[in-house]
């Protein structure tokens, strides 16, 4: 048994070479080679009348209250993070409470940067109608790409909530009442365009509250030279399998998002393991905290065995 040093790229470190262990475990070696995470933040700070973190608060007002961030007063209030660069696809996980019913809170993906104000695809929850609504946006002007129905309840927390976007791909994922519903589309309008995740609402007076933003490359975990048949899991801290995929030429694809495999949403700090099995779910090898440079495992990541 023994260890490894691997020099690994991430996009999501503004492309530094980062050093990443490799870690012997059942004669494989296990390196990871991009790091899913971009951004986590659970707005832990004292109350201020800005965000703090690096958020940019595009349109309208946000503030930290009680180790939370809201929105106050204005329609059309956005914020996103100036650390986070404009991409294609991206994963969005928050939660979220309003204090009436007659605002939409939001997240989403748009692009502020250049070009139209706002292009690119939100998510909003419209507790006034009791449902989810995934709207596509083109210079400012919103139209409806598909709804599902939810109950919700004013002054609650809804801790499951997520998107994604790629490219032709537009998913979303919330939990209401007890119940989990999702809303997705193929559009294509936006494909080339380069967007922000961002939080915020569309309409109405009252406030939004947002918490445990994290922001990912993919919902995807990749794990790559797998032998025929063998398996890549997320395990978390119950040691409970979250989401796993087989090898399908050496490759296997997780789909770590609750709106396909995953049996829960992205705890902060990432899940503790990514195991290795084979065929007969006989451990191989596993990426967890006894490697140097472990930060989690999280949507996004991408992992080779040698």
Not at 160 to 176: H, I, N, P, R, T
Request: hydrophobic residues 40%.
């Amino acid at each position: 048994m023994g260890e490894a040093r691997a020099a690994v790229w991430s996009p999501a470190q503004s492309g530094l070479w980062l050093p990443t262990d490799a870690k012997y475990g059942g004669g494989i070696v296990i390196t990871q080679g991009v790091v899913g995470l971009v951004k986590e933040d659970n707005f832990t700070r004292a109350d201020s009348d800005t965000v703090g973190g690096d958020w940019l608060e595009r349109r309208g007002d946000f503030d930290i209250v009680s180790n939370h961030v809201r929105n106050s007063g204005t329609d059309g209030c956005w914020m996103y993070n100036q650390t986070v660069a404009a991409r294609v696809e991206y994963f969005m996980q928050a939660r979220i409470r309003w204090s009436s019913a007659t605002i939409h809170g939001s997240i989403g993906f748009l692009r502020f940067a250049a070009g139209p104000a706002e292009d690119g695809y939100t998510l909003f929850m419209d507790d006034q109608f009791n449902k989810i609504l995934l709207n596509d946006w083109t210079a400012g002007s919103v139209s409806l790409l598909d709804e599902s129905a939810v109950a919700m309840v004013v002054d609650t927390w809804y801790d499951d909530l997520q998107m994604y976007v790629a490219a032709g791909v537009q998913e979303a994922y919330f939990k209401g009442d007890g119940v989990g519903v999702r809303a997705s589309a193929t559009d294509t309008d936006h494909d080339a365009v380069s967007k922000e995740p961002i939080i915020g609402k569309l309409s109405g007076s009252s406030n939004n509250d947002f918490d445990n933003s994290i922001i990912c490359l993919s919902k995807n975990i990749i794990v790559t030279g797998l032998t025929t048949g063998w398996k890549a899991k997320v395990v978390n801290a119950a040691a409970s399998v979250v989401a796993e995929a087989t090898e399908s030429s050496g490759t296997a694809t997780i789909d770590a998002s609750l709106f396909d495999a995953a049996t829960e949403r992205v705890p902060l700090g990432g899940w503790p393991t990514l195991q290795i099995t084979d065929g007969s779910d006989v451990e191989q090898g596993v990426w967890d905290s006894g490697d140097g440079g472990f930060v989690g495992v999280y949507p996004g990541d991408e992992y080779a065995l040698a």
